[in-house]
């Protein structure tokens, strides 16, 4: 499985971004997709996920309610959606892909085996 991510940027602290992520190659075993992020200094860190069939997402608490997962299975690209900008959430954003994930393996970026490059979203004050 081959991940693509783009649609990193630099916005304003209130302002919205739409990454994405494509897949290709075998990805019949890319059950669930996730984005994690990685901030200077800090440890890469999960920031939601959808299973393929779009019937579960999962998200982290800090971005609960700002951050949208969602796909379009005919494209093969998942959308990690955020709104509502902070500072903090400046970071390198990082694509997954793994099999079907429950519970707490959701936030476990070591069950993804598949991840792209990274994308640099930077949110000013």
């Known amino acids: 499985v081959q991940l693509q991510a783009s649609g990193g940027g630099l916005v304003q602290a209130g302002e919205s971004l739409r990454l994405s992520c494509t897949a290709s190659?075998?990805?019949?075993?890319?059950?669930?997709m996730g984005w994690f992020r990685q901030a200077p200094g800090k440890e890469r860190e999960f920031v939601g996920a959808?299973?393929?069939?779009?019937?579960?997402?999962v998200y982290a608490d800090s971005v609960k309610d700002r951050f949208t997962v969602s796909r379009d299975s005919a494209k093969k690209t998942v959308y990690l959606q955020m709104n509502s900008l902070k500072p903090e959430d400046t970071a390198v954003y990082y694509c997954a892909a793994g099999p079907i994930l429950y519970g707490s393996s959701w936030y476990d970026r070591s069950q993804y085996g598949y991840w792209g490059q990274g994308t640099q979203v930077t949110v000013s004050s």
């Open positions: 190659g075998r990805t019949l075993s890319s059950a669930t």
């Open positions: 959808i299973r393929w069939s779009g019937s579960v997402t």
